[in-house]
Structure formats: structure tokens, C-alpha cells
């Protein structure tokens, strides 16, 4: 790579435990280490139970468990979104998590590239849109490619990815983030 | 008006306390009561204070603080929704309410009505435009008339609202929705 | 149906001849009359072929050839948009068509159904979303269910549809609109 | 600046004439000369009169006129879109463009940043969130910083920009573009 690459954060975006997610998240990480560039995960799993009530408005960044995941994203100039679908967007607690970043905000500048995921067709094509809304506003560059996985179940073999369009698309979209 | 109309919920979009959300709700009561149309607040600012491991996913519907207050929307047709723009769209709680919900939805063929609230320009063009695609995944009819109430703190009088056209478009909206 | 209907337009959304569209605006047109209701097509591939000089701006309304298509629009309550998907979006010819309305707009207080058609996966998905933004700012309500026929090859039996379940959604939401 | 600037193409994104549009891209001109970058014109009030009919689908690439403004296109790496708000989207004939564009498109892997324009008090809001979508399905690398021109009337001084703020917003889009 032309670009030196600092660690990389992948993010979990949904606290739902034995997610899909995290298995694409796992193949971002191993794309990551072909290239020799150092990853770590943002499970949001790991939230604070009561997020909603400690560490949003007059409490942003006065939550130490908040403050700890937080502090992965200060670390990191790039980081990687995977993104299920729910209920038509992204899982509230992504962006309940962004709304609980300290002010001012710490991602402005900083790139991301975003992931979708569905057991449907839709790959989670509008909840990337939507989430390309907010990182925008936030000051965050947003990777142009967006692999959308779409019915997810059918193209697993076990745990890894068993479709080569899909698998094409990822290694292309790491790739092209780690020239962005 | 033509239509009968039970009781409408209106919902407070954000679970920070003493927002201007509720005076905004507290302006959509009137407007409806001046067409002797009953109506009751949901606040997400009663939500359980760890709903987002309490009651998504196989927890949904057996948390039952949350279930009380979901009960509110099983009760009405028709919602108003006050949705105050954080970060370029509308606050993460509303979603994770929203994800909340019991499977199958209660919402599918119901009808919602949208407003938006910022402090800077946009009104929460986005927030709204955002929520419209989810409420419509979920099967519910949303009113085309948006009122945006952009720059909030200079068109309020206290806990009024100082500024005609909103108050204009507030009506029109209200007399549209009981007529949708 | 419990709703009296008068004439509804079916709004081919393009104009690239012999389309795909033209066949689903068809599959409409029967599910239309085996309901009784009557429907009529407008089909883009009639647009004024210097519309983007002849019809826009100061000259809204002064084109006869344009004038006589948009009548078509006066006359009905309600449409269904045919909405291939083309770069990521609906055809550019679609917004100049109603770029291309007389002031104030005709649309207002109307309702539309929209079908979105792709070859690949997203079925028309942000196609809709923006139409849907674009129709609600003109005060024209819009119905939440949206059949999006993706892989519109490979569903297709000649020039009718070969997927049940595409032939199940496009019913119910004919039945869905006429109750709207 | 660091990085290496070619000729910057800046898209005016209206066919209207004696548009606002062109007064904002002459802003954005000078901001590019105070840093001693190159850029050009590409007026839509120069696309050919049946661009609807003579350079879409299957005549993509055979209308001459039209192939004389995409080239500047293909001369540039980055793009500026001046994007005036119409009916709640950006202008029908800025959509036509590109879907006149030839195939496959000359614009992956390129960037672009856009400016929003209105009347009222959007700014463009809706209309840049359109358009990121779609340059995002043409792979095109697409500016965070969107700065949003809302009741531009009331903040221009002859036909140059009366708003400071304005002013500030623009000077820094301008620097962020260079440096991406």
C-alpha cells in the first residue's frame, strides 16, 4: 500500500450477541491482514447496559465504560461500519452510540467505509444510505464502494462467506479503503 | 371533521428530559383539542433505563415497562411523531423504540404524521426523510406534510410558539392528518 | 371497494422504448380491472423531445405537446409510478417530467402508488426513497407499500411475470392503493 | 497544497439561464484561482436541445454536442456541482446528464464535491443527499463538507455573496476538496 496505514477499527453495529456481523467482521479482519494492516473491533455489544440514560446530552463522555469503547475511535483515522438491517436502517443502537460521542464530535476528518447486511434483498442499501447522511454531516468521508450482502444465510458456508461475487466485492471495497 | 378519530398517541422522539420536543407535542394537544380530538403523550424519556438489553431481539416484548408503554401505540391509529435532529437525523432512541417493538409489528397499516425540530437550519430535513423510509418498510401511511421548525430557539415566545407561518403550518398540518 | 375511484394513471417512468416498464405498467392496468377501476397510461416515451428547453422555467406551461400529457395528471386522484432504476436512482426524464408541471403544482392532495424495477438487486430501493421525498414536497401522499422486482430478467415468462411472490405483492399493493 | 491539483470542472446544475447556480460557481472559481488551481465551466444550459431522445439508452455516446461537454468530464479528476433545489430534489435535467453519460461511466474513481442552493430554507438538504447516493452507484468519491446556500436571495449583494458565514463555509469546502 502507497498510504500508511495506521489501526484500523471495525465496527460492530448492532449489540445483538452471535451476530452475523461479527462473522463479517472477521473476514474484513482477515482481508486487513493480507495487506498487513492491523484491525481492531468495536463490538457494540459491549455498551453500556444503560447508555440511554448515562451517557447521552448533559452526561456525553461522563460515562467511564462509554468512554473506554469511545476511545478506540479517537485511536483510529479509518474504520470499517458492518451494518445489518433493521426494521428498513441500521439498528438504533448505532446510532445511539454516535449520538453518545463526546462534543465535539471526534470523527470529523477521520474515513469510513460501510458494509450492509440482510437476510432480505435489500443488503441494506438505504440504512447505508442513511448512515452516509450522518457521517457526512459528522465530518466523516465515506468510501463510495458499499458491499450489500444481501440474503446473508444463503451465501454462508458456515461461518465464512460462500459466494465469490461477494467475496470479490469485499476485497475490492478493502482495497479501495486502504487507498482512500 | 368527516373522519372519526380515536385516540391519537404523540410521540416525543428523544428521552432527554425538559426538550422542546414536549412543546412542541404540548402545541400539537392543543391544535387537536380545538377539534375536540383526544390525544396522549408517549415520552420516550419513560423508557426502560436498559432497554437496549432488556427488550430487543428474543427479548422483544417480554420487557414489561416497555410493554406498557408500546401498549400506546396498539391503542391508536394514528401518531404524531416529534422528532428533534441530533446528528444529521433523528435521535438513536427513537429507533431502538422502534426496533423494540413485538414481532410481528403493531404498526402495519396505521398512519403516522411527522415533525421535525432543530436548533440550525434544516429543520431535520433529513431526520424526517429518514424516519418516512422506516415507517414505510413497517406498512405505516405517513402524512406528506412535514412541518420542519428550523431555528427553534429564535421562534419560540417561553413555551410558545412565536412565529405564524409555523404556527400556520402546524395547523394545516393537524387539519391534514385528521383528514388522512 | 368501498372507495369510490375515478381514473388512475399509470406513469411509465421513462423513456426508453419497448422498456420492461411498459409490461408492468400492463401487469397494473388488469390487476386495475379486475377491480372495475379504470386506468389510463402516460408513458415518458410521449415527452416533447426539446422538453428540457421548451417546457421548463418561464416556459412551464407553454408547451401544448407537454400540456396535453400533463392533463392526464389533472384528470386523475391517483397514480402508479413505474420507476426502473437507472444509476442508483429513478430516470433523470422522470424528474424533468415533473420539473416540467405548470405552478402551482397539480399534484398536491393527490396519491401515488410507486413500483420500483431493477436488473440487478435493489429493485429501484433509493430509486423510491427519492421519489417518495420528492412527492411528499409536493404535497402528494404516498403509499407505504412499495413492490421493488428485482432480477426483473430472470422473474420474467415472456412478457408477463413468472414469481409468485412478485405477483402477490403487486396485488396487494393494487388492493392496498385503491383503499388509500 | 500538497496534493497535486489537474483541472477542476465545475458543473452547473441547471439548463436555467442566468441562474444563481452560475453566480455560486464564480465563487467557487475565485476560491480555486486564490490557490493557483485550474478549473472550467460545465454549463447544463449547454446540453443539446433533445438530449432526451438523442443521447440516452442506446444512442449513449453518438450525440456529438453532448460528447463535446462530457469530455471535459473525462479531462477532470474532480468535480464541483452547483446544485439549485427543485421540488424538493436537485434539477431533472442534472440527472439526464449523467444518465447520457457513456458506458461504462467515465466518472468511477473520480471525486466530487456539491454545493446546495435555494429559496427557501433547505438549502438543498434533500437534493445533496440524492445526489451522494448516486454518485456513490457510480463509484465517484463524494466530499463531506456539502455547504448548503439557503434563502439565497436574501444573502446575496449584487451578485456576489452578502453572508460571512456563507463566505467561511465555502473557503474551507473548497480547501477540504483540495486535500482530498
Known amino acids: 500500500m502507497g498510504i500508511e496505514q495506521g489501526m484500523i477499527t471495525i465496527v460492530i453495529g448492532t449489540n445483538r450477541h452471535h451476530a452475523k456481523s461479527k462473522w463479517v467482521g472477521n473476514w474484513v479482519k482477515e482481508l486487513l491482514e493480507s495487506h498487513q494492516v492491523e484491525s481492531q473491533f468495536l463490538d457494540l455489544a459491549d455498551l453500556p447496559e444503560d447508555i440511554t440514560v448515562s451517557a447521552l ?3 456525553s ?3 467511564e465504560q462509554l468512554n473506554a469503547l469511545s476511545a478506540k475511535m479517537l485511536q483510529s483515522e479509518k474504520f470499517f461500519f458492518i451494518v445489518p438491517e433493521y426494521n428498513g ?6 446510532k445511539v452510540f454516535i449520538d453518545a460521542l463526546p462534543y465535539p464530535n471526534p470523527l470529523a ?5 460501510l458494509i450492509g447486511i440482510s437476510s432480505g434483498m435489500q443488503g441494506g442499501g438505504l440504512a447505508l444510505s442513511h448512515l452516509t447522511d450522518i457521517l457526512h454531516y459528522l465530518g466523516v468521508q465515506v468510501l463510495a464502494q458499499k458491499t450489500k450482502l444481501a440474503f446473508i444465510e444463503k451465501n454462508l458456508k458456515g461461518e465464512t462467506l ?4 461477494y467475496q470479490q466485492l469485499l476485497t475490492e ?6 487507498n482512500f
Open 162 to 165: 460462500g459466494n465469490d461475487l
Open 61 to 63: 463522555g461522563k460515562n
Open 173 to 178: 471495497q478493502v482495497d479501495a479503503f486502504l
Open 109 to 113: 476528518g477521520k474515513k469510513a467505509s
Open 89 to 94: 436502517s441500521f439498528p438504533g443502537v448505532l
Open 57 to 59: 446530552y448533559e452526561k
